[in-house]
Every structure is written in structure tokens, then in C-alpha cells.
């Protein structure tokens, strides 16, 4: 009798719990971002309509929302091509013009500004009701996606902040706040749990540190090109152990999940070895290839000097060693920077690497960029199981 008694009460429970989160507007998707060691690419698994689960590489500043290969795509059952002409078609680009060609039946198929075929199908993301406990059930939502037939099998996910993108989508269909949120996991820890990817509000739990992480947040202005939806900022100087390095900027600074390590123009490439070099205590080891400066690991990186990006507004995003230094083998760390050539398109591109264990906050109203510095010095990552303390 006691044991009914229990049972009974516990889905009473359940059902209250049910009903009111029913009741209650979710507040963000929190999907899992996962590392591939072999490549250091980031990818988000995703299961598009009926199709079986893959891996979605993570394109930080990719204008296709969902870019599929064509074929892979159409094999989905809930799969809908847009057609030219339609509401979806001119909203999605109303650049693109239909031929009256009265002569044929087919239909033409909607294209992106890309020249991307356009078409409908159901994503499923996990989500939140208070921006840390994450369900254990998707929520699938009907979006407008993208493919084409020279697209690899492995698809792309872009966030960049295009009326289009996942992000976009999603934040106008549930009225989320217009932010997302980046904590990437690294090869050492991501075996424990995965990444995070945030789209809208978020709360930053990362055990065992006991405070939401954004209250460690620096922040600098957030500049997103009008026309591609890319993620910038300004980083106005270079410091290196507390001392600035000779160098000269021109440019803003490219925010990518796409390139493993942080590009520089050569120029500022050389002189950040240079000073680097000079302040590491570290034995040197030859150089292997594409970086330019190695070091016997024999003392775990513990002499290497700290990075300083000096942003707008006076923030400093500070790399230290775990983000600094690249294990190439048992015995040697190099420094996890590579050489853009003279002119490249943009004079300091950040890559995947210096981001690892750093929860990066993108508030797309306020046009705000946000981020912690390495969690590992609060004995967190971004690679543990995100619950509440209370």
C-alpha cells in the first residue's frame, strides 16, 4: 500500500512538473559541440527531419543556415523543396527573380544569395526552460534550410547573424533573446562531456565554479559586417608577459570556428614570436611544421608568458598556456599561432584553439561580445556537465 501511495505521489509530481513547464515560455537551445580530434574542426550532431543522426561542422561565419549536400537531403521524408515564386522564396532572398518559361512543368526551384537550392525541414535542438537544466527531449522545429549538389556528405551549420541563419530562425520564431553563446571543448577534456552551443538567453553554470560565468565577463563592442553577417572585433594591441609588442594593426579582427589556430599577417606573426620566444622559460625545440616556435614540454608549459588581446574599450582576452601552446608530441609544445602571409583579408583571425575552454557570449542587439578567459582557472572547462548549484 505504501509503495502505491509513493508511486501515486511521484506522478503527481511529474505531471505538476510537466504542466508547468508547459506553462512556461522555454528560454534557449543548448545543443552539444563536439571536437574531431584528427581534424580540430567543432560539429554539432543534428538528426534533419528523418534523416539519421550526422555531424554538422560548425561554421561560425557560414551564411548557409544548414548546407546540406542535395542528395542527402532529399532522402529525408519530411523534406520540402521552396519553390520560386513563393512567400518562403521572397523572404528568404527576394533578389531572386523567376523566368516565365511557360514551356515546361518543372518547377523552379528557390535559390539562396549564394545560389544555394532552398527547402524546409524539421531541426531538432535540445533546449531549456531556465538556461541550465537541458531536457532530455528536442524540440523540432520547421526552418528554412539549404543545399547543394557539389556539398560534401559532411554538412555545415552557419551562425552567422544573416536573417537566415539557425540562430535568426529560431530567435524571431520563439521570441528568445537575440544572443549566442560559444564554450568549445578541448582534445584534453572533451572526452568527459561535449561543448555548448546557446541560442538566447543564457545561464553559465559550469561546476564546480558556484557562479553563473557571466559574471566574469569582459566584454568589448561586438562589429558584424552588414552584408556577409560575419563576426568581428577590434583588438587594438598585443601584450605579451604585461609588455606590448611592436606592432601595427590595420583592420578588424575575424572571429572564426572554421580555422584550427589563430592567423596573423606576417608581420605581426614574426614579432609575437619573437616576443613570446624572448619571455617563455622553456627550453626551444625545432620548430614543427605550420608553427614557428616550439618548447620542451618537460615543465607542462608552465613558463609560458601570458597573451594579451587588447580590445576596444580597454577589455584584455588573456591566453594563457592551455591556449597558447600546442602538444605536437610526448615532448614538445609549440606556439599555437601561424603565419597569413602578407596581405591577408584580415590582419588577425581568431581561430578555434584560443577559444577552447573560454565561454564566448554574442548579444546580437546590443552588438556586444562577451567572454570569460580561460574556465580552467576555475578549475572548470567547457567540457563538464552543466547543472545549477542550488
Known amino acids: ?23 512556461e515560455k522555454f528560454q534557449s537551445f543548448q545543443h552539444p559541440v563536439n571536437k574531431d580530434k584528427a581534424t580540430n574542426i567543432y560539429s554539432i550532431p543534428l538528426s ?50 523567376c523566368s516565365n518559361n511557360t514551356t515546361t512543368k518543372t518547377k523552379t526551384p528557390c535559390r539562396s544569395s549564394d545560389n544555394a537550392r532552398l527547402f524546409r525541414d524539421t531541426v531538432p535542438l535540445f533546449y531549456s526552460y531556465n538556461g541550465v537544466y537541458i531536457m532530455d527531449s528536442e524540440k523540432s522545429s520547421s526552418l528554412t534550410l539549404t543545399c547543394t549538389d557539389g556539398a560534401p556528405v559532411k554538412g555545415t551549420i552557419g551562425l552567422a547573424n544573416t536573417h537566415l541563419s539557425i540562430p535568426s530562425q529560431l530567435i524571431s520564431m520563439y521570441q528568445l533573446a537575440p544572443k549566442m553563446a560559444l564554450c568549445l571543448p578541448s582534445n584534453e577534456k572533451s572526452k568527459l562531456y561535449p561543448g555548448g552551443l546557446w541560442i538566447g538567453k543564457g545561464e ?11 559574471t566574469i565577463f569582459a566584454s568589448t563592442p561586438l562589429i558584424v559586417n552588414a552584408k556577409s553577417g560575419e563576426h ?14 611592436p606592432i ?50 618537460n615543465n607542462g608549459g608552465r613558463g609560458a608568458p601570458v597573451i ?57 542587439k546590443a552588438s556586444k561580445f562577451s567572454f570569460s578567459s580561460s574556465l580552467l582557472l576555475h578549475n572548470t572547462s567547457c567540457s563538464v556537465e552543466r547543472l545549477s548549484p542550488f
Request: hydrophobic share 40%.
Open 232 to 245: 568581428f572585433i577590434d583588438v587594438k594591441s598585443i601584450q605579451i608577459g604585461g609588455k606590448t609588442v
Open 48 to 97: 534533419i527531419g528523418s534523416s539519421v543522426s550526422q555531424e554538422f561542422v560548425l561554421d561560425l561565419n557560414g551564411v548557409g543556415p544548414l548546407l546540406q549536400n542535395c542528395a542527402t537531403a532529399a532522402k529525408s521524408s519530411s523534406f520540402h523543396p521552396i519553390r520560386c515564386g513563393s512567400t518562403r522564396c521572397t523572404y528568404a532572398n527576394p533578389n531572386f527573380s
Open 248 to 297: 601595427i594593426l590595420h583592420g578588424a579582427t575575424k572571429i572564426c570556428t572554421m580555422a584550427p589556430y589563430t592567423v596573423l599577417q606576417t608581420s605581426i606573426y614574426k614579432a609575437l614570436l619573437t616576443a613570446f620566444s624572448g619571455n617563455a622559460k622553456m627550453a626551444k625545440a625545432p620548430a614543427v611544421k605550420p608553427f614557428g616556435a616550439c618548447f620542451n614540454s
Open 308 to 364: 594579451d588581446l587588447v580590445l576596444s574599450g580597454g577589455a584584455k582576452w588573456r591566453i594563457y598556456g592551455s591556449n597558447s601552446l600546442v602538444k605536437v608530441n610526448k615532448n614538445v609544445v609549440c606556439l599555437g599561432f601561424v603565419d597569413g602571409g602578407v596581405n591577408p583579408k584580415n590582419p588577425i583571425l581568431i581561430g578555434g584553439f584560443q577559444m577552447e575552454d573560454n565561454l564566448v557570449e554574442f548579444d546580437l
Open 1 to 23: 500500500m505504501a509503495n502505491m501511495i509513493f508511486l501515486l505521489l511521484c506522478l503527481v509530481f511529474l505531471s505538476l512538473a510537466n504542466t508547468s513547464h508547459s506553462l
Open 204 to 214: 553559465y553554470y559550469y561546476l564546480p565554479y558556484l557562479k553563473d560565468v557571466s
